[in-house]
Each structure stands twice: as C-alpha cells, then as structure tokens.
C-alpha cells in the first residue's frame, strides 16, 4: 500500500470544443486516419463502458477506463470525439492524443469546454490496436441551461447500489422513464467497501466481489465467515471495476450526465472523516492514508469536475487535494428555477457523540451540569427544575472522592476482566478500566461491579478479599443524580447500538444541548470552510429553487415506546433510531432548516438509509430516496431487533416485532408527525421536476424480493411491479403535498 503522498494521480485532460472545431472543420463521422467506414466495435476494450458527469451551460466531464490485457503494463492512447448526432457526422472535438496509464488503472477523464448550453452531445473513445480503431459504446451527455433560462428540469435521485448478490433492476425501469431526466444526482454510496457483511449483504452466485490483494484488505469476521474491507487501491479500483460491468448502471451512465457526491461506503461503514467503525472502538481505525486511496480511486473512476482545470492540456487531482484537504462540495445552476448545491457530511463531520467504547457508567451530566443546561432553558430555574426532573436520571458517586475511592482497588479489576472478554489485551483493558472508573459514575453500574466482585471473592478467586457492601437505601436515595451514557441508551460495552444506534431521545437532546453550550461538541458537519461556502451561496442564490444534496436525511427517525408497558421499564420512552445521520446533529440541523426555511422555496434530498421518506419540515421540504439495491431499512432493523431482543419474554420479543418490524412503516410516523411518506420495505428512486412554480418528487417503489432476480432480460416485467407515489412542493407555500 503505497504512500498515497508519493504517487502521481490521475491526469485529466482539458479541451475546448471551440478551439478544436477550428483546428478540425471539414471532419466528417468518419475516423479520416482509419481511411475506412469507421472504427469497428470495441465495448471489449471498454469493459466499464463510458460515463459523463458535472453538466454546466458551457462544460462536460467525460470518462473511460481501456483494458488490454495484451497491452501488458504500455500507456494506451486514446481518441475521443464528440458530436452533435449519434452517427458521428456532426463532430464538434476529434482529439487524438489522450494517454491512458497503468499507474491511474487506464482511467481517462476529459473536461470539455466551450460547448452550448441545453444541448445534447454524443460522444465515444477509440482505441487503436494493430492499425485498427476500435470505438467504445456511445455515450449521451447533455449540458445545463444557462441561468436566464425559463425552463423545467427534470433529475433523478439515486443512493445505495450495493452489487452483492443483488440486481439493478431500479435502473432498468428508471431507463424506460419517459420523459428522461436531465441528469442523474447520485447521493452517496455509489460502491460498498465489504465483499460480504452479513449484517446486510447476501454474497453468492456471479454477484460477488472479491480482492486479489486480501494482504492489503481489512479482514473481518472469523473463520469461514471471514470477509474482507477495501483498504489497498486495488481493493477499491476491483470494487468500482466489478460495479461498472452491470449492463443496467452502464446504460444509465451512458444516457445521463451524473453529479455525484458521496457518504460513508466510498470509504467506510459510518465513517467520520478518516475514521472507521468496524471494531467499535475495539481497536483505533483512523486511517488518513486509507482514506486518501479511497478518495483517489473514487476520483479516478467518478466523472467529477476538477475546479484546477484552468487551461487546455492535462491536469491532475493532486495529493494536497485529498483528505484532509478535500473539496468535493460544488454547485451547479440549472436555468432560472434550480440551484442545486451539493454537500459533503463525511469528512469534516466530528465523532459520533457518543462513542461506541463509551463505558455506560460514565457519567456525562452531574447535577451541576444538568441545573446549567435548565438555567439555560429558564433563566434562575435550573435547581428547581432539576429537583422537579431528577426522578428521570440517575444516582451516581464520585469514585475519586472519600469514601467511594475505596471500592476502585476492587472495582478496576473486574471491569479489566470484563474488557479483556471483550477483546482489549490486558494492558489496554487495564488503562481503560482504570480511567473509566476514575471519577463520577453510576451507582447502578458501581452495585453491578460490587456484584460481580462479591461472586469472585464468594468463588474463592480474590484470595483473601472481603466482600464489599452494595450502596443501599438510603445512601441511594440521597445520591445526587445525573445522565450517563447508561441514561443515553449505552448499555454495552463496545457496541454501535447505544452510540450510532437505538439512543434516548429525551436524555440525548438534553446532552447535544449542555455540548453545544459548553462547546465540547459543536456538530460541525460541514466544517468551517463549507459552512462559510454554503452560507454564500444561500445568501446569494437567486434560483426559483434552492436544491441541498446531503448524503444523510434530515428526517427525524423515532420509535415511541413510552406507552408499551409491557417491555421492560427501560424500553418505555421514545427512541432516535440513527443518530449517524442528522439526528445526531440536532443543533445544527435547527440551524440549516432554520436557513433554508428563511430563504424560502427550499428543499432537501439525500440517501443513505435505505428508505423512502418525505418529511415537511414547515417550510422545508425533505427528499429521502430509498436505495437502488441495498438491503432494505426494514430488514436491517428486523435483523438488529433480534440482537437487542435476545433477552426478552416472547410475548415481549413479539410485540417488538408488531411495532418495529411488521409495523415499522407506522411506527416511525407516529414518532414524527412531520413524516408525509415512510417506506422503509422498498428500493428505488425518486424523479424530480422543478418548474417555476413547484417541484414535484415522484417516488418509484419496488418491493425488496425483486432485487434479488433479475429482470434485465425482460426489464417491461417490472411495470406491474413499480408503485408511483407524487408529492409536490409548492413555490410561495412552501408545503409539501401529495398529488393523486
């Protein structure tokens, strides 16, 4: 795996239509150096087909990768041409001359400029071999309206393509769409990192992707259940390799221009920057470098505009502009009625808030903490409040104070012990251990390690110990009380649930509020040079619409328990499902929608959690596609209640199943009564129109058990198959509402 600091990235070429329709006038369809009809049919040379992305009034990008294994390790040259017809008689560019290298997997990227707004062009590359021109598939692309333009434009959301053992039978029906979208806006996710997590992909079959480089992979699982994460370059150019052969996504490439952002797969599973959490917390995963190699591969096969392509000739996206440096957020204006601005919510992000090796004793609110956050709230009312509240939280002790430091001699070995099971080697778990119990922490968890200290002293494995006392009444009573991260829904060790996870809202909120007052964490999603960059472009946006890409939704997602008295007492209140996406910002969200909602004519779309969602914010609309392939929100959480239930009654375990799983859909309403639309059993997209007087969001909805076959072959099936649900957004009331 070498130093991504030490290699030369991809070249990209840039080239001016204008200047070449000078230099080439005369040229007909035909490849005049050939001295034939043209270039034969080469899609072999071609493997991943072709692909246009970033469309602007005046410029396209355009992308290859050429494969000849006879080639051996030889730079391959290339021509592209451009044209305003299919058959190539209208060339608008001829350029010979682009050099595809080993050392960037034979990836070519051009930037053409100078071209007309609104206009489709068709284009192809050539590759000459043994005196004979070969020409790839040709590709479509067409660029945006200039910003004085009255027109509608239309685009389709698309998120979450995982290949697994699973098929692209969305895109094959999004092909048959009539009229096309003008470009497709790809939300994130377009690959995922692991050859086979059991946790959400089914691999098997032709469908599956595995590394010829597992020396440089993550190895993950045990034993023949052993899967791998992309870490090397080559782990992640097989991925993207393996993805771009589906005849459906190369079809979809090849007729729309792409604008691509991307969330968490392109590098990692709910990942935060250059940090991972496959091990929670088990072991550190910040990564800079294998971050940079996820990000160079990502820009060598993604269609993505270069902003230091500023003359004509080759240029590189160089190691200085990869992480932490990394400006993939842009913007793009489509005529008078859209602004799109897209964002990036991985990289700059912070940790999640609380972190997946978080001890749950720990004690993160004292009672001094909770009387400021009421003060907060209520100026000169914190103490009465908290006396009102404090029934809600819970007893804790200070273990560096007299008496309580008594019991750390004892206690430190039994959560070492127990960290050690986990997986820590001793000398971690012993460091750990030792700074966990090392100040405020709850006397609840302090009884359950006295309980287990007790068990071994009665088992004759402290020899010589006494057993030590429990804190009883009315010592408990007496205890001042506090949130810790037991109180927030941590209740294991090293685990996301309780971390990114299933996490109490009311607990939670009050957390993300003494945070953000005390600055320990300031939910800095976009980090200080994006926000400042979006701030500008909302303050000068002057489009009929303003359009945010995010990579996560925005929508709150709560599951209510607080009146299912019969699961257990700690089960009863109201939960944030994923804190991963904006809900775990909750400050900074209020900021955004609060922005967005000012401005007016304001919505959002985004991806990421495998669900359809449309959620009216009051003023700000809310977009959530669901995944092209990805294992369907329903299901995940159905595996996960299996997990987080094992401890349960049936009667309990079966009502969890009628609220979460069966019911998921109405659950999820009922705990936000923003939510329009809740679809978490169905994969898709969404096609958006935005006019000048409202932007409607058509839902395309197919079931989760038709991924799992495919229907290229006869891709008309799936008409009776695809469920159709509008919603529209209207310019001036800014609400959303559902049309017939």
Not at 118 to 125: G, K, P, S
Not at 154 to 169: E, S, W
Not at 677 to 695: C, W, Y
Request: glycine share 8%; with cysteine.
């Amino acid at each position: 795996m070498t130093d991504p600091s030490r290699r030369r990235f991809l070249q990209v070429t840039l080239l001016s239509a204008a200047a070449a329709s000078l230099t080439l006038a005369g040229c007909g369809g035909d490849d005049d150096d050939a001295g034939d009809s043209g270039p034969l049919p080469g899609a072999a040379f071609f493997p991943q087909s072709l692909a246009s992305g970033d469309p602007k009034p005046n410029s396209v990008v355009l992308w290859t990768r050429v494969a000849d294994a006879a080639a051996g390790g030889n730079t391959l040259g290339l021509r592209l041409q451009l044209a305003q017809d299919s058959d190539f008689n209208k060339i608008v560019l001829n350029f010979d001359g682009l050099l595809a290298e080993t050392a960037h997997d034979r990836c070519i990227k051009v930037k053409v400029t100078d071209l007309q707004p609104a206009t489709t062009y068709y284009y192809r590359f050539i590759y000459r071999k043994d005196s004979v021109d070969y020409a790839s598939n040709t590709g479509r692309t067409r660029t945006a309206p200039t910003a004085d333009a009255d027109t509608p434009v239309r685009f389709a959301v698309l998120n979450c393509q995982d290949y697994i053992g699973r098929y692209y039978n969305t895109l094959a029906w999004l092909l048959q769409q009539t009229p096309e979208p003008d470009f497709v806006a790809y939300v994130g996710d377009y690959i995922y990192e692991t050859t086979g997590d059991p946790r959400f992909q089914t691999p098997g079959g032709t469908r599956t992707i595995s590394f010829s480089d597992t020396a440089g992979a993550i190895a993950l699982g045990s034993g023949s259940a052993t899967y791998y994460a992309a870490s090397s370059v080559s782990n992640y150019r097989e991925i993207y390799q393996r993805y771009r052969t589906d005849r459906m996504l190369q079809q979809v490439q090849e007729r729309f221009p792409m604008i691509a952002i991307w969330d968490d797969h392109e590098y990692s599973d709910d990942c935060y920057g250059a940090t991972a959490t496959y091990f929670n917390g088990l072991k550190a995963e910040i990564d800079s470098s294998r971050r940079q190699r996820a990000e160079q591969v990502f820009f060598e096969y993604m269609p993505v505009d270069d902003s230091a392509a500023t003359a004509t000739g080759p240029f590189a996206t160089s190691a200085s502009k990869l992480f932490p440096n990394t400006v993939l957020y842009r913007e793009f204006r489509f005529g008078r009625h859209l602004h799109l601005v897209c964002t990036d919510t991985r990289s700059f992000r912070p940790d999640h808030r609380i972190p997946e090796d978080a001890f749950p004793g720990m004690v993160v609110m004292d009672k001094a903490a909770l009387i400021a956050v009421f003060n907060a709230q209520s100026p000169g009312n914190g103490a009465a409040i908290y006396e009102q509240q404090k029934t809600f939280f819970g007893p804790y002790v200070d273990l560096s104070v007299a008496p309580w430091n008594a019991y750390q001699p004892a206690l430190i070995p039994v959560l070492t012990q127990a960290y050690i099971q986990a997986g820590l080697s001793a000398a971690q778990a012993a460091t750990k251990a030792a700074a966990d119990l090392a100040g405020k922490t709850s006397a609840f968890v302090v009884n359950q390690l006295i309980q287990l200290f007790n068990a071994a002293v009665a088992a004759g494995q402290v020899p010589g110990a006494s057993q030590l006392p429990l804190i009883e009444e009315p010592t408990y009573s007496a205890l001042d009380r506090g949130i810790a991260y037991l109180h927030l829904g941590k209740t294991a060790f090293f685990s996301e649930f309780g971390s990114r996870y299933g996490v109490v809202e009311a607990t939670y909120s009050l957390y993300a509020a003494y945070q953000q007052a005390t600055g320990q964490n300031r939910e800095n999603v976009f980090g200080d040079a994006q926000q400042a960059w979006f701030n500008q472009r909302l303050a000068s946006s002057d489009a009929t619409f303003m359009a945010v890409a995010s990579s996560v939704s925005t929508t709150s997602l709560v599951w209510d328990l607080s009146a299912e008295t019969t699961l257990p007492a700690d089960y009863q209140t109201r939960f944030l499902v994923n804190v991963d996406q904006w809900d775990g910002f909750p400050n900074r969200r209020a900021q955004l929608l609060a922005a967005l909602k000012q401005r007016g004519n304001s919505f959002l779309f985004a991806g990421d959690i495998h669900s359809a969602f449309v959620t009216d914010h009051g003023g700000v609309a809310d977009f959530t596609s669901p995944a092209v392939s990805s294992e369907t929100f329903g299901n995940f959480v159905g595996t996960a209640i299996q997990v987080v239930a094992a401890g349960f009654t049936s009667a309990q375990q079966q009502r969890l199943q009628e609220l979460l799983v069966t019911n998921l859909d109405a659950t999820l309403k009922a705990g936000f009564n923003k939510l329009v639309l809740a679809d978490t059993g169905s994969h898709g997209f969404i096609l958006i129109e935005v006019s000048g007087d409202q932007t409607v969001a058509a839902y395309h909805l197919l079931a989760a058990a038709e991924v799992t076959k495919s229907y290229y072959d006869d891709p008309k099936a799936l008409a009776g198959k695809v469920q159709i649900k509008r919603f529209a957004y209207r310019k001036g009331d800014n609400k959303v509402v559902t049309l017939a």
